[in-house]
């Protein structure tokens, strides 16, 4: 199979602290991970695209200083929310692929759900 | 820039009835289609693809869909609806080199008894 998993699966925090979220591919190397968002009933909307050893590349009106994204190895990626405010509480998703054509499946993790009070 | 439109965000059918959601891409290139499931609090589990292969696609838990180039179209059925099949479904497109997925809005998925 190819499963991905997230951590943590949910999380709470306090306005203005900084909350990282893991996304780990466990059994495949994955060249692309990409990290979405969905707000309740609605659909996801990707914030970036990583490749790991170089740096994410994010959608229009997404705050790179804000949304830090680092993927160190083929099987590990991090989405660290800094400075979050209550507006950021979301649930997080993201996926792995395993090579780079264009159709390959992207492989979806179980999700995060963060809330900031 | 290539887009996805769902008609309908809620559907609701009786148990063994037809499923029918329907996807609607817009692309200037030959697009890659996908529709994907969602169960709450979930992430999301691939039902099918579309890879510019057999226009009829099948997938897990009885599903298939036909992309439709005329039509533009991508919709996704099911012979018989289970009440398992309760979920948020999502078609999907991407193009070229461009590997992210751009979602539709979904569809929620009722099945009554």
């Known amino acids: 199979g190819a499963v991905v998993s997230q951590h943590p699966s949910w999380v709470i925090c306090k306005s203005g602290t900084s909350v990282k979220i893991e996304c780990r591919s466990l059994?495949?190397?994955?060249?692309?991970m990409f990290w979405y968002r969905q707000f309740p009933k609605q659909s996801l909307m990707l914030m970036a695209t990583?490749?790991?050893?170089?740096?994410?590349?994010?959608e229009q009106g997404v705050e790179k200083d804000k949304f830090l994204i680092n993927h160190a190895s083929l099987t590990l990626s991090t989405l660290t929310v800094t400075s979050a405010h209550p507006e950021d509480s979301s649930f997080y998703i993201c996926?792995?692929?395993?090579?780079?054509?264009?159709?390959?499946?992207?492989?979806f993790g179980p999700g995060t759900r963060l809330t900031v009070l | 820039a290539q887009s996805v439109t769902q008609l309908g965000s809620h559907v609701s059918v009786s148990e063994g009835a037809l499923v029918l959601l329907r996807c609607n891409y817009s692309?200037?290139?030959?697009?890659?289609l996908f529709w994907y499931v969602q169960y709450p609090n979930q992430g999301l589990q691939l039902l099918l693809k579309?890879?510019?292969?057999?226009?009829l696609v099948k997938g897990i838990n009885g599903f298939e869909a036909e992309f439709k180039k005329s039509e533009t179209s991508f919709h996704l059925t099911k012979p018989s609806a289970h009440m398992s099949d309760a979920a948020e479904y999502f078609c999907?497109?991407?193009?070229?080199?461009?590997?992210?997925?751009?979602f539709g809005s979904g569809t929620r998925l009722q099945v009554q008894p």
């Open positions: 996926s792995a692929s395993k090579d780079r054509t264009s159709y390959n499946e992207q492989f």
């Open positions: 990583s490749n790991e050893g170089s740096k994410a590349t994010y």
């Open positions: 579309y890879t510019s292969a057999a226009t």
């Open positions: 999907a497109v991407s193009v070229g080199g461009r590997r992210a997925l751009t």
């Open positions: 059994d495949f190397q994955a060249t692309t």
């Open positions: 692309s200037s290139v030959p697009p890659y």
